[in-house]
């Protein structure tokens, strides 16, 4: 498996708490074209991520770009992956 960085974000939880939210597009090494996504918020070290999502790069690129837009946070991931597929 290979993290390949996407982008950074920085950003204000609910209740103020600054977020730093590193976004990670995930390429299986032993299955060329399966992709998923990762997310660490690096204050608190919450991670969360999502496998087989996808076998188009355009598609896993286009999910990535969207959760960081939204500054979307480990502990929302999988709602928004189950709403998008």
């Known amino acids: 498996m290979q993290d390949i960085s996407y982008t950074s974000k920085l950003a204000h939880a609910e ?3 600054p977020l730093a939210l590193d976004y ?17 918020e690096k204050n608190s070290g919450e991670q969360a991520m999502a496998f087989d999502l996808t076998t188009k790069a ?17 502990a929302c991931l999988m709602d928004v992956v189950a709403d998008w597929l």
């Not at 990670?24 to 660490?40: C, L, S, W």
């Open 15 to 17: 209740d103020g708490r």
């Open 24 to 40: 990670y597009i995930i390429a299986n090494d032993g299955e060329p074209g399966r992709y998923g996504v990762k997310i660490i």
């Open 58 to 74: 355009h598609r896993i690129c286009e999910l990535v770009e969207k959760l960081s837009r939204n500054c979307v946070t480990p």
